[in-house]
């Protein structure tokens, strides 16, 4: 079982004390862009890295009386700076502070995040090649279709959790930008070399445009694309739980020893987590209309966006990264029953294969209208009869028996001939 992790470390990007911490290197990043371009005094730059430092309880304190949480900050700061606090934000607007800092959250929470997705799809990986030849009934609608392997399955899940990986590190960058451009965005009392010069520092790139702030479509970006990294895992845990229905049992989670599944009935083994994982998909998905409708803020800025993001951020980040935590350890434990699987896929005497005995038919002259109808009737006659075998009933119809020799209507019911070229998939992507 892999290593149980718990949330601290994405919980602790999210706590005020990070939050300050992000704010004062950004007021440093910036004191020293103008330190470098003559703007304040090397002197007070010394002073203000010397005696730089904050009390969260403190910044509390100030809040609940002024009620600005920045300009909270930057008393409490400079009441341990002093007198060359005075060159602390010169030119700035709190949004200067506010998004560059959410830019260092967000960069942060995607370097804790894209770890865990590469552990997921090595999980996935593993189980893949390990069950690259275990055929199972392939299933549309619900009902079974035509054989395919639990590899194969799996083959899907990599592929998609690789675009994932892709996705989280183009948002890594459309998130990774910062702005120090004053009031409205104007540059009037901050030099643009400033912003390039605090930002090259902080590994951003400056905002091409902002406004007051930096536009949130990039921040209902990282929500959406979060959502749908959830909603990729929910289809994962949506199929666990079919495949391991009593009736069908071919996939189980893995249940520890001591673990009880019912307060009532002794016998349950409940897929629990892949249930929790499908309901916090749907809180996930919910932060990604919340991002959407804060794209459209008044005029250059309002702050209708700013109580929103202090939760559906946080939030998501945290969500996200307890699934991928779960849904790796879930895949690395899974318990796979071939048994079962080669059960399931042979009831009613492999009624799966009956596109096979269709085109065999086809193959041999007849039409496809009477093919179907006949391999249909035997078919359903099969899955309604209890015990019903379709094979035997197929062996048995002697106008089948006149076209198709027992070796031909054997071949009908071989699964490598749906297997033949799974390799091509698993090629694709190096399994």
Request: charged share 20%; with cysteine.
């Amino acid at each position: 079982m892999i290593e149980r992790y718990t949330l601290p470390e994405m919980g602790d990007l999210w706590t005020d004390a990070f939050k300050y911490q992000t704010w004062l290197r950004v007021e440093l990043a910036v004191c020293e862009a103008q330190a470098q371009l003559g703007q304040i005094p090397a002197a007070a730059l010394a002073e203000i890295k010397a005696k730089a430092a904050f009390d969260p309880l403190r910044i509390q304190a100030i809040e609940a009386e002024v009620r600005h949480d920045v300009i909270a900050f930057l008393t409490n700061l400079n009441e341990h700076v002093g007198p060359a606090g005075r060159y602390i934000h010169l030119g700035l607007t709190s949004s200067d502070v506010l998004d560059t800092a959410l830019a260092l959250q967000l960069v942060a929470s995607l370097d804790v995040l894209l770890p865990w997705l590469e552990r997921c799809i090595q999980a996935t990986r593993v189980q893949a090649q390990k069950h690259r030849d275990t055929v199972m009934a392939g299933r549309s609608h619900g009902i079974h279709a035509e054989p395919i392997t639990f590899g194969f399955k799996l083959a899907g899940w990599v592929a998609e959790l690789l675009r994932h990986r892709d996705r989280l590190s183009r948002l890594r960058a459309t998130v990774a930008v910062g702005k120090i451009s004053g009031a409205v965005g104007t540059y009037a009392n901050i030099d643009p070399q400033i912003e390039a010069l605090t930002c090259q520092a902080l590994g951003l790139m400056p905002d091409c445009a902002s406004t007051q702030v930096i536009s949130r479509d990039r921040h209902a970006d990282y929500l959406q694309t979060l959502a749908l990294l959830g909603a990729s895992i929910e289809r994962f845990a949506v199929e666990i739980r079919n495949l391991q229905r009593t009736d069908v049992l071919e996939v189980e989670e893995y249940f520890a020893p001591g673990q009880k599944g019912s307060s009532a009935m002794p016998h349950k083994r409940n897929p629990i987590r892949s249930e929790r994982l499908t309901g916090i998909a749907r809180l996930l998905r919910s932060y990604s209309v919340a991002g959407l409708e804060n794209v459209a803020l008044w005029h250059e800025r309002d702050i209708s966006h700013s109580a929103v993001e202090r939760v559906a951020l946080a939030d998501a980040a945290i969500l996200a990264h307890f699934m991928l935590v779960e849904t790796t350890d879930l895949i690395h434990t899974l318990q796979v029953y071939p048994e079962n699987m080669a059960r399931n896929l042979n009831c009613y005497g492999g009624v799966v294969f009956s596109q096979q005995v269709l085109l065999a038919l086809v193959n041999q002259g007849w039409t496809r209208e009477e093919a179907y109808r006949v391999v249909q009737h035997h078919a359903h006659a099969a899955w309604n009869t209890s015990g019903g075998d379709f094979r035997s009933r197929v062996e048995a119809d002697p106008q089948i028996a006149a076209t198709l020799d027992p070796q031909a209507l054997a071949e009908c019911f071989d699964p490598r001939r749906h297997l033949r070229y799974l390799d091509t998939v698993f090629q694709r992507l190096n399994i």
